[in-house]
């Protein structure tokens, strides 16, 4: 038992931690102990990054209103991980989601708990919705470079192939300019979905050392991102985590100050999945019935 106290609710930081939240965490870290045993049988290297990150740096565990954990992988060690997975077996009941999985458009990886919810879609059971643990790759970023920018935009074009095949079709067909030559695109774009997923991984790992920076691609995409210097994360150090040691960046101070700023300060914000609906008593499957059968959950 990771979480202290599992049954009984408290404050932290001034804010109420119910004995749900802290039930959903402790999944979260039986699903992070067993990420770290396969990473640690394999070699590969992983970091507490984000609110996993802050929350380790500043409370030594979850960031209280915090309801995940999230880790990074360089691309190549994520690319290993997703080889080594379709080898490993896993102990019930967990599960490792990827895109080719459950063929939805996933930028990361998932470990998961079948026995629990983490909904976000009501209107299907057919791919797993557990709890899960966030393993999101570090991809090569934005640099100030022009090969970089041109990247980028290559990142965006194999990324509608997946995402959105009949809107860039449509585009090429009225002329629209492109970085990758339009009949490559329209190929792309008539492949089966894994196919096309697996071409836009090839090329993210095929690139990675175009450049010293690193960002989740879909922050990336989004201007959330530009990148974070790969040196940032070259040595690691171990930091408590609700009573266990996890891997961090050694030099996760800089790493914190340009995330987040004064990342000492509390700022109580919400959770990205405030859409989720966790429950670490409930079967997914059972809740989406439930939900579908009476609309009113």
């Known amino acids: 038992m990771h979480i202290k106290d599992i049954h009984t609710d408290e404050i932290r930081c001034d ?12 999944v979260e870290l039986e699903l992070l102990a067993e990420f770290d045993r396969i990473c640690r049988k394999y070699g590969l290297r992983y970091f507490a990054d984000y609110g996993t990150l802050l929350g380790a740096a500043r409370h030594k565990g979850f960031i209280p209103w915090d309801d995940d954990i999230d880790v990074t992988m360089m691309r190549p060690d994520y690319e290993r991980l997703k080889q080594i997975m379709k080898q490993e077996r896993l102990p ?17 990886a998932k ?80 492949l089966p979905f894994e196919e096309k997923w697996q071409q836009l991984e090839t090329f993210l790992c095929k690139h990675f050392h175009d450049s010293d920076s690193v960002a989740v691609l879909m922050y990336l995409l989004n ?27 050694a030099r996760y101070e800089e790493i914190l100050n340009i995330r987040y700023g004064d990342w000492h300060k509390w700022v109580k ?27 009113n959950l």
């Open 15 to 26: 804010f109420l931690v119910t004995t749900d939240r802290k039930k959903v965490w402790q």
């Open 223 to 249: 201007g959330k991102e530009t990148g974070i210097d790969k040196s940032l994360y070259k040595d690691i150090v171990m930091l408590e985590f609700e009573g266990m040691k996890i891997p961090a960046p």
């Open 92 to 108: 019930e009941p967990f599960f490792f989601q990827t895109a080719y999985t459950d063929n939805v458009g996933l930028f990361i």
């Open 111 to 190: 470990l998961m708990n079948k026995n629990t919810s983490g909904v976000q879609d009501f209107s299907t059971d057919k791919y797993c919705q557990g709890i899960f643990l966030d393993i999101w790759p570090l991809d090569a970023a934005l640099d100030g470079s022009g090969h970089m920018e041109n990247m980028k935009t290559c990142y965006q074009e194999l990324m509608y192939t997946v995402l959105n095949p009949e809107e860039l079709m449509g585009k090429l067909q009225a002329g629209a300019e492109s970085t990758i030559s339009p009949a490559a695109l329209q190929q792309l774009c008539r």
């Open 269 to 295: 914000f919400a959770s990205e999945h405030n859409g989720t609906v966790f429950s670490a008593d409930i079967p997914y499957k059972d809740l989406i019935a439930a939900y579908q059968g009476e609309g």
